[in-house]
C-alpha cells in the first residue's frame, strides 16, 4: 500500500487510523462522555437517536435532544458509576469495565443501560478486546436500536476488523434514520473510493455538500478522492481549506504526502513538523518524513526515521515498499 493509500485510510472517519488515543471521560448525573480512535461516546439519550459528532469537522456540531433522567447519586448505581469514572482518570480501563458490569447488575432495567455498555464496550475496544467491544455494542443496540452513536462505533469497529460489509450496512442504517448525517456518508465515501467505486464516492461526498455546502467532510472527501485520482493540487487545495478551520494530523499528513509528489519540499516538511509536534508517537510520519529526506539525499536522516517507524510498530518491508513507490 502507498503512502497516498495510508492517509486515504487513515484519514477516515471509519476509525481514525491515525490513531492518537484521545480520551476524556466526564460523570454528570449518569453521563459518560469519551471519544477514543474511532469510538464515539454517547453523552445523551435522545428520544430516537444519538448522536456526538465525532472529530469536529467546521459547522457540523449538530444539537441532542437529551432525554433527562432523575437519579439519586446516593444510589449504588450511580456510585458504581463514579467509581468507573475514577478508574478512567488513572487509566485503570479493566477495572472501570468492571465497575460499570456492577451498575447494569444493581439495576438491570435502568434505561441508562445502553449508555454504559456501550462505554463498556468502548472500553474493550481500547484494551484490544474487539470481539467483546462487538458484543456489547451489539447488546446497547438491542436496547436503543435507533442510536446512531451506536451505529457508528461498531461500524467503525467493524472496520477495523475487516468486516467491511457490516460496516457498510450499519454506516448505511445511520443514514436511512438520519437523512442529515454527514459522518455516515463521509465514511461510506472513503469504503467506496477503497473498493475502486471512485463514482460512488463522489455520489456520497456530493450528497454531504448538499446537506452542508460549507462541509469540511465534503472537501476532506474530494480531497482524498483527487489525490487518489492524482490530481495533487487540487486535493492539496482542498485539504487546506479544512486545515484553516481545523487542523490535525491525518489532514497535514495527507498534505504532506501531496507536497511531497509535487516537490513542494519545504512545505511537506513543515505539515510533518506540525503534525509530529501533535502525534509523536504516529510511526507514518516518520515514513512520510524518510520520503522527505530520501528526496533530498539525507540517507542519515532516512535510515534513522525508518528505525524509528520500525520501534513503532511498521515493517521494514512495508516501509520500503512504500519510499519504493
Avoid at 82 to 104: F, G
Avoid at 148 to 167: C, F, G, K, P
Avoid at 193 to 203: C, I, L, S, V, Y
Avoid at 215 to 220: A, K, R
Wanted: proline share 3%.
Amino acid at each position: 500500500m502507498s503512502i497516498a493509500s495510508i492517509f486515504v485510510l487513515k484519514n477516515s472517519s471509519l476509525f481514525r487510523f491515525l490513531s492518537v488515543a484521545r480520551s476524556l471521560f466526564v460523570v454528570m448525573a449518569v453521563v459518560l462522555t469519551w471519544q477514543q480512535g474511532g469510538a464515539q461516546v454517547v453523552n445523551s439519550i435522545g428520544d430516537e437517536n444519538m448522536k456526538v459528532p465525532q472529530g469536529l469537522k467546521p459547522q457540523e456540531k449538530k444539537a441532542v435532544s437529551p432525554y433527562i433522567v432523575d437519579l439519586d447519586t446516593e444510589t449504588p448505581y450511580f456510585q458504581y458509576v463514579d467509581s468507573a469514572q475514577n478508574c478512567i482518570y488513572s487509566h485503570d480501563w479493566s477495572e472501570a469495565e468492571q465497575w460499570l458490569l456492577k451498575a447494569i447488575k444493581a439495576e438491570p432495567d435502568n434505561p441508562n443501560n445502553s449508555l454504559l455498555l456501550s462505554n463498556i464496550a468502548t472500553l474493550q475496544r481500547y484494551q484490544g478486546r474487539l470481539s467483546d467491544a462487538v458484543k456489547n455494542y451489539t447488546l446497547a443496540l438491542d436496547m436503543t436500536p435507533h442510536a446512531v452513536t451506536l451505529l457508528l462505533n461498531r461500524a467503525a469497529l467493524y472496520v477495523e476488523m475487516d468486516s467491511v460489509q457490516r460496516a457498510i450496512d450499519d454506516y448505511e442504517r445511520v443514514c436511512e434514520l438520519d437523512m442529515y448525517d454527514t459522518e455516515a456518508r463521509y465514511s461510506l465515501g472513503v469504503l467506496a473510493m477503497e473498493r475502486g467505486d471512485n463514482k460512488r464516492a463522489e455520489d456520497l461526498f456530493n450528497e454531504i455538500k448538499r446537506i452542508n455546502p460549507n462541509s469540511g467532510l465534503y472537501c476532506e472527501g474530494m480531497g482524498l478522492l483527487h489525490k487518489r485520482n492524482g490530481n495533487y493540487a487540487r486535493a492539496a487545495e482542498l485539504f487546506t481549506q479544512v486545515i484553516k478551520v481545523q487542523p490535525n494530523v491525518q489532514l497535514l499528513g495527507n498534505r504532506a504526502d501531496c507536497y511531497l509528489i509535487l516537490k513542494r519540499l519545504n512545505d511537506a516538511e513543515d505539515d510533518i513538523r506540525t503534525a509530529l509536534e501533535m502525534a509523536p508517537d504516529d510511526p507514518y510520519l516518520y515514513v512520510l518524513r524518510a520520503k522527505l529526506n530520501k528526496l533530498r539525499f539525507q540517507r542519515e536522516d532516512m535510515d534513522r526515521d525508518i528505525d524509528t517507524a520500525v520501534s513503532l510498530g511498521l515493517s521494514r518491508e512495508y516501509i520500503n515498499q512504500s519510499l519504493n513507490e
